[in-house]
């Protein structure tokens, strides 16, 4: 029911519905927030599946995510090419996964890589250090990071490798109760 | 952005942890007053406004003196007499569901055979709400996190967009990850410190802690003499006194809690603990003061009415307790008149308290102009002091709720009172603590306060049920020498496979494995939720 649409075709709604935690109205005005990021790229018909990418500049000036310290490693996080470089689908993606809807196991296989700075599937000590300069704006003495950073990795590192795998995070997180919450972006 | 905004921000970081603890009382005592409406209340008012008959297996000693009650007042009722009556729980309120005293005794035939036991359902149901809150508090318990990794993990909010709050955020969060590391480094000096230094600081303790313990005891004293006082003075006929000389005892209590800690904390300054431990020594010592305060209390209220123990003394003679100087139920001045005073009081002293001290306060800082004034600034807003007061609370009704099953409901009332009151001057005449709470360690610590409290509770409980004599004119058990009797006759009537069942049940043979089978599990517990 409602006003006819033509920006999406019935059976790609019903995709986006089941493959993300929106709703219809919701996917739509996403379109909207994409479109108006860039008028002259983005079509305002996506019935023929258009493969445009938006380029990361252009994401991380959202107002959602301007003054975020991470920016820069989500939009890369949700990106095919890792490079920030967004289509519909991986920005609908991302704010699907940042949503209160989505269960805690899927965020937290996103944000175990937004702190993987260096992409190498681990959470090292040098990503932890960049971790905490974005968490602190670098006003944190040297050795006072290296501290941290020491401690932190000694409480989650469950394989004693000096560096988390994904299932030390994952264990640590799960005893966050604040994660679910905090770990969320609203649009 | 304005001053309140900001400081909006940063509170929202730091009081949520009082707000949810809260939150989950308010849950907590309106759930248990389901469960009493269920099984006490709405059964007894059936059966009141139907007016079935009840049958009581055992003789009551008709003993017109002792079994004499009538609450209702005759003649002429002021109007601030009904005031008077709510703020201290007598006259119309004694006399209604409120009060044990009003719940018939005996059983009830219903269907055929099926009848119902009111004592016995007031009884088992009193002792459900205690496991019930135990089982609760223990499954509701937020997960120890590991410090240093949730901080950097989970800490940052997503959904902070203003430039602004993002860097208090930041600060917030450097300020934590500074104090974490100050401490790990208190702890390393405190290792390196020498004999001598060791020896001078556990003397200065020494002789710190026994100044505590002294205005600690001076305190107790303090409230037994009130008690005393309050009892026997009470036929004052002015309003505004007879109402000061009920609420003695409370008023006391209080001042005794605003005091003390105050010197507490002017004597932690001596002692050179590491931030941690400080913040647990003062929560210690409040924690203490606070039980402590009220089985004083108790214990000199059981004094008067049973004559110390002495059953042959002139006063406690006839029905082996006090009956006279207006002593007319046991109960009464154990539960209702007490602990809804000291109920009612600590929702006074919250609102007046943000009324008449932290608003005022906040007007003299906005608008004088004295240096000095504005150094004194804002009131802080201290949240492990605020989370003990509601403990406090918490305790009062569960001591109280035996003989005042709808102490839970008036609590759930008195509770969101206090959220939407502190809602309000969080926001306008509070500042946030210099210290920042660390909210992840300490939620899991006042748990385990909270669950401590409902123990204490249950000694006084556990005592009135076994030992004391109930009252002999009113409420359910009036016609038993123990409240427990309750429990054998009926289970004597059962058919006698199930009455050796339960004998099995509560034997040795069963009663030690099960003993040891919870507290492996509670063990295992501990060992999930702090590592």
Redesign the interface.
């Known amino acids: 029911m409602g006003n006819k649409q033509t920006i999406f075709t019935d059976e790609q709604l019903d995709a986006y519905q089941d493959c993300t935690f929106f709703t219809r109205k919701e996917i739509l005005r996403l379109h909207g927030r994409y479109h108006e990021l860039a008028p002259n790229l983005v079509p305002m018909d996506y019935t023929n599946d258009p493969d445009v990418k938006l380029p990361l500049q252009l994401i991380i000036n959202m107002p959602e995510l301007k003054e975020n310290p991470f920016k820069q490693r989500i939009v890369e996080a949700f990106s095919e090419d890792g490079q920030g470089n967004l289509s519909f689908n991986d920005f609908v993606d991302m704010f699907s996964v940042l949503s209160e809807m989505a269960p805690r196991e899927l965020k937290a296989i996103y944000a175990f890589k937004i702190y993987d700075f260096n992409t190498d599937n681990f959470i090292c000590k040098s990503d932890l250090e960049q971790t905490l300069n974005k968490l602190t704006r670098d006003e944190l003495a040297a050795e006072e990071v290296n501290l941290v950073c020491e401690k932190a990795i000694e409480e989650a590192d469950l394989d004693g490798d000096g560096k988390l795998a994904f299932t030390d995070f994952e264990n640590m997180i799960s005893r966050a109760p604040d994660f679910l919450s905090t770990f969320h972006i609203r649009i | 952005m304005t001053s309140w905004q900001q400081r909006k921000g940063k509170y929202k970081l730091q009081s949520a942890s009082y707000f949810r603890f809260l939150r989950f009382l308010v849950f907590l005592n309106l759930m248990s007053f389901f469960l009493i409406g269920c099984f006490v209340l709405i059964p007894n008012v059936t059966i009141r406004s139907l007016k079935l008959t009840t049958t009581s297996n055992s003789s009551v000693k008709n003993d017109t003196e002792c079994t004499y009650y009538n609450p209702t007042p005759t003649g002429l009722v002021n109007f601030f007499n009904y005031v008077l009556d709510i703020l201290s729980g007598t006259g119309m309120l004694e006399f209604s569901y409120l009060f044990y005293g009003f719940y018939e005794s005996g059983e009830v035939d219903l269907v055929k055979k099926i009848s119902y036991n009111i004592p016995v359902s007031y009884l088992v149901t009193c002792l459900c709400y205690m496991l019930f809150c135990i089982i609760w508090i223990v499954l509701s318990n937020?997960?120890?996190?590991?410090?240093?990794?949730?901080?950097?993990?989970?800490?940052?909010?997503?959904?902070?967009?203003?430039?602004k709050f993002?860097?208090l955020k930041?600060?917030t969060?450097?300020y934590e990850?500074?104090m974490?590391?100050e401490e790990?480094e208190a702890h390393r000096a405190a290792l390196h410190r020498t004999m001598s230094d060791n020896a001078r600081l556990y003397g200065y303790r020494v002789a710190l802690n026994l100044v505590v313990i002294a205005c600690i005891t001076g305190a107790f004293y303090c409230i037994y003499l009130a008690t005393q006082e309050s009892q026997r003075l009470q036929s004052e006929t002015s309003f505004l006194l007879g109402l000061l000389i009920e609420y003695l005892p409370s008023v006391v209590i209080t001042a005794a809690n605003f005091i003390v800690p105050m010197i507490c904390d002017f004597v932690m300054r001596f002692e050179a603990y590491t931030l941690s431990m400080q913040i647990k020594v003062i929560l210690f010592r409040a924690v203490f003061l606070r039980f402590a305060s009220l089985g004083v209390l108790l214990f000199s209220l059981w004094a008067q009415i049973t004559c110390g123990g002495d059953v042959t003394a002139t006063d406690c003679k006839a029905c082996e307790y006090n009956y006279g100087h207006n002593y007319t139920m046991l109960s009464l001045i154990v539960s209702l008149h007490v602990m809804y005073k000291l109920m009612i009081f600590d929702l006074l002293t919250i609102t007046l308290v943000t009324l008449l001290v932290e608003f005022p306060r906040r007007m003299l800082v906005d608008f004088c102009s004295w240096k000095l004034v504005k150094l004194w600034g804002y009131q802080q807003f201290l949240v492990p002091q605020n989370i003990l007061q509601l403990i406090y609370g918490q305790t009062v009704v569960w001591i109280g709720v035996f003989f005042c099953p709808l102490l839970p409901l008036l609590n759930t009332i008195k509770f969101i009172l206090i959220f939407y009151c502190k809602k309000l001057t969080l926001f306008r005449n509070c500042r946030p603590a210099e210290k920042t709470f660390r909210s992840a360690r300490s939620n899991f610590f006042f748990r385990i306060i909270l669950l401590i409290g409902l123990f204490v509770s249950c000694v006084p409980l556990g005592y009135s049920v076994a030992k004391i004599q109930p009252s002999k004119g009113c409420g359910p058990f009036r016609s038993l020498s123990r409240i427990w009797d309750v429990i054998p006759n009926s289970v004597a009537e059962l058919p006698i496979t199930t009455q050796q069942f339960l004998y099995f049940l509560g034997s040795q043979a069963f009663a030690v494995p099960l003993f040891l089978l919870c507290c492996h599990f509670m063990l295992y517990l501990i060992n999930c939720v702090v590592f």
């Open positions: 937020d997960v120890f996190l590991h410090y240093f990794c949730s901080l950097v993990f989970s800490a940052w909010d997503f959904r902070l967009k203003s430039e993002i860097k930041q600060k969060i450097r990850f500074q974490e590391l790990a």
